[in-house]
T-cell receptor, first 111, second 119 residues
Framework: QQQVKQSPQSLIVQKGGISIINCAYE??????FPWYQQFPGKGPALLIA?????SEKKEGRFTISFNKSAKQFSLHIMDSQPGDSATYFC??????????FGKGTTLSVSS | DTGVSQDPRHKITKRGQNVTFRCDPI?????LYWYRQTLGQGPEFLTY????????KSRLLSDRFSAERPKGSFSTLEIQRTEQGDSAMYLC?????????????????FGNGTRLTVT
């Protein structure tokens, strides 16, 4: 049973465009929702995270939108750049448990 | 703070051999995690330590896998009698957290992994 479902699997966006990646979760006890960015040959790196008592969090060009009733959250990358080309993972956890990751979205930003 | 360090970066072994990987967490971090990542998939949780105590193990962690964290510092992950299905990237992560505290305040920092190829 996959607890965190991520879509799309891959995404191609023009430079300057908006990249949107979606995640849906099942366990209402989750209380932490991070997004990680991974480049080839590297480990995942934390990009931005949100708690369920907040509907939106913005850090620079990256925004998480959180919909608790729909059990969904999404990552928006504004003004996408070629350097943003990477694999993005959503994840979720609850207190005292390990992070559960989605299957990832490969983003390609074309110049 | 030099980040999470993993050794070796790559390991090629023959089926049936034993392998051991090492992880050195960020020095002030008390929590250490092992994850496994196969091509095109997200990291899958294997096991977790708080200081030297192994607090959680995934069902993915078969009897051939064992992890230790002596003295609550570095950790080792050993795979005995390797199988081709063990080929993956093994990721270590660390964080600092208090018991019962929110994960929001103790984000995971990952190393760059050890890529295992079993032939």
């Amino acid at each position: 049973q996959q607890q965190v479902k991520q879509s799309p699997q891959s995404l191609i966006v023009q430079k300057g465009g908006i990249s949107i990646i979606n995640c849906a979760y099942e366990n209402t006890a989750f209380d932490y929702f991070p997004w990680y960015q991974q480049f080839p040959g590297k480990g995942p790196a934390l990009l931005i995270a949100i708690r369920p008592d907040v509907s939106e969090k913005k850090e620079g060009r990256f925004t998480i939108s959180f919909n608790k009733s729909a059990k969904q959250f999404s990552l928006h990358i504004m003004d996408s750049q070629p350097g943003d080309s990477a694999t993005y993972f959503c994840a979720a956890s609850m207190t005292r448990t390990a992070l559960i990751f989605g299957k990832g979205t490969t983003l390609s930003v074309s110049s | 703070d030099t980040g999470v360090s993993q050794d070796p970066r790559h390991k090629i072994t023959k089926r049936g051999q034993n392998v051991t990987f090492r992880c050195d967490p960020i020095s002030e971090h008390n929590r250490l995690y092992w994850y496994r990542q196969t091509l095109g998939q997200g990291p899958e949780f294997l096991t977790y330590f708080q200081n030297e105590a192994q607090l959680e193990k995934s069902r993915l962690l078969s009897d051939r896998f064992s992890a230790e964290r002596p003295k609550g510092s570095f950790s080792t992950l050993e795979i005995q009698r390797t199988e081709q299905g063990d080929s993956a990237m093994y990721l270590c992560a660390s964080s600092f957290g208090v018991w019962g505290g929110s994960s929001y305040n103790s984000p995971l920092h990952f190393g760059n992994g050890t890529r295992l190829t079993v032939t």
